[in-house]
């Protein structure tokens, strides 16, 4: 790996910490999302193999 | 002519450049970059990238050029510039950035940058052409996420919540808008968009000098291992918020063709007679300036590499969405310039239409030239020779319906608007064949230098 490269894009300072804290945030929500869409995706899975 | 030419705007990137030789295109990568090569192409990243046609094959060289290993890539027939995209040009773009993020995530891998130049458009869609933009991920903070925030999403929130025009504003800021200036300028309203009110507005007052200041009192700014599932939600939220981003405002050139005054006749002559032009020459690449909705660069692309020009970004969207031919939103009156670094970053649009070495067709358009932005049909022409051999132009004589209510009554100031002054301007550049449309007053010429 390139040590250039982290110089490579100004991150900005604030933009780390809201990346960082929004991550986290947001996080919570799309394990939620992935676990509707996982379920959903059973339900559906399971009525084909019924028909 | 020079064997080999390093590109003019490969030069930030310290994982290799781009070189021009024979008419094809390589990426050197520097011998730093192999190991994150190597791992690109064998992670699997790189086939699930081409299978979904976010990037195109490319060939690794058996040899080596200027002593480091290089990869022969896709020549792109037109490379085209943000600020010469449509709103959903822009879009697809960003959501192609997106979505190379997101699959490198899944390979431990990730986008050192998320430019919007990094993106062409190939075939009608978006593909990634800098792939040593793909490094090895600590799975921190996405580095690249103001840069796409300021390349993708403020010009989109400003298109799409406030004005089409401000589209304008990338010819400005090439490397991305302020999310400050994008922030200050956006209706208030989009704060309660949650996206925009997170990415835009909140981003914007956290790249302050004051914040920084006291985020630096307390300690260094760093880079936190964050894990994937943080950064796919990052991720997830930009999508939505991008997805999120209508634009539906109207432009006066909507619906140009509906209310043009041809006869069905006399519409079908001129298709002819286009048809005509394009056989009889067998161009490789035809440029529609004024290509408005397109239906004779579709006539064209049956025989030719197209490229549609429009002043009218509604018009260029409607283009793209159908896939006829390469899109570019283009005020002749005043083209894209060349930019960047030496004024030599980005060719000017011109520059590169010249490069094609096509046949142009100028139908429908001297005319708004002359009335619209007071350009004399001798400059127009000259302009015409400096980008092509060969064109077919149509003359709209002054007892046409619109070039009367364009004129709107001021006949006297355009004295020189005449078939005569039209003819003189163009024999001074070319040799010149006419074609009269039937059930028409108005004239196709067939010109050749």
Redesign the interface.
Known sequence: MIDDIANYVDAGTGSLLLYAIAGAMLSVVFTLKMYWYRFREKIANARNKDK | MQEIRINDSSF????GFVIHSKGEIYRIL?P??N??YDKFMQSGLYQELVDEKLILEHELEQGKRLGKRSIRQVKIPLITYPYEWSFDMLKDAGLATLRCQELSYKHGMEL???SAYNIQFYDGHPVMIDLTSF??TKFT???????F?EHFLAPLALMGKKDLRLANLLQTYIDGIPLDLASSIIPKSTFGSFGIA?HIH??A????KK??KF??SFRQ????K?GM??????I??LKNCINGIKCEQKTEWDRYYDETNYSEKAFNSKRFLVKQFIDSFDPKVVIDLGANDGVFTEIASEKAFTIACDIDPNAINKLYKKNIGTPVVCNLANPSSSLGWGNKERPGILQRIKEQNGHVLALALLHHLRITYGIPFEKQFELLASITKHALVEYVPKGDSQVMLMMAGHHEIYADYNKESFENAMTKYFKISEYPIEDSMRILYEIHV
Request: aromatic content about 8%.
């Open positions: 930030r990137d310290p994982n520097n730093e970059y190991q994150t050192q940058d998320a490094v090895d903070q996405w580095r690249a996420y103001r840069q925030c997170l909140t981003h007052k956290m790249n302050t914040v920084n985020q630096y700014p760093s880079e936190r964050l599932t943080k950064n796919l939600a990052m997830d939220s």
